[in-house]
C-alpha cells in the first residue's frame, strides 16, 4: 500500500488548490496509509496554518478515522487518543497521541514536563 505525506493529507482535507486536490485524490483512490507522524503534523497545521479550533479539528480526524481509503496506522490508538482528545478540552491531539501510542507499547508512564499533559492517565509529571 501507499503511504501519504503531511502535504497531500493536508489538500485532502482543506481542499483549497483544486489541482493538487485532484492529484491527491487520485493518488489515494486505491488506497493509501497514513503514518501517525503525518497525521499528528496535519493537526498541527490545522491549527497553526488554517486556524481550525478544536471542535473542527476533532470532526477532521473522526473522518480520517471512517474514511474509506485512508489506513491510520495504528487505528486503535488514533481512536483512544481522538476520544481523549474530545473529552480533554485543555490537552492536544498529539499529546494523546504520545500518550496512547505509548501505552500500546507497554512504555507507560510517559514522563512530561507539561503541567496540562500531566493529568492525563498514563502520564508522570516531573
Known amino acids: ?17 483544486p489541482e493538487q486536490v485532484d492529484r491527491a485524490e487520485t493518488f489515494v483512490a486505491p488506497g493509501a496509509w497514513v503514518p501517525l507522524l503525518v497525521l499528528a503534523e496535519t493537526v498541527w497545521v490545522l491549527d497553526s496554518v488554517y ?3 478544536r471542535k473542527r ?23 483512544k487518543a481522538h ?15 504520545i500518550v496512547e501510542a505509548a501505552r500500546k507499547a507497554g512504555h507507560v508512564p510517559v514522563g512530561t514536563f507539561d503541567r496540562r499533559m500531566a493529568r492525563l492517565d498514563g502520564t508522570h509529571g516531573m
Open 1 to 17: 500500500m501507499r503511504a501519504v505525506d503531511t502535504n497531500v493529507l493536508v489538500r485532502l482535507v482543506v481542499r483549497d488548490d
Open 51 to 53: 486556524g481550525l479550533n
Open 57 to 79: 479539528i476533532g470532526t477532521v480526524i473522526g473522518m480520517l478515522i471512517e474514511h474509506d481509503r485512508l489506513t491510520l496506522q495504528d487505528e486503535d490508538v488514533v481512536r
Open 83 to 97: 476520544s481523549m482528545f474530545e473529552s480533554r478540552r485543555s490537552i492536544g491531539f498529539s499529546d494523546c497521541l
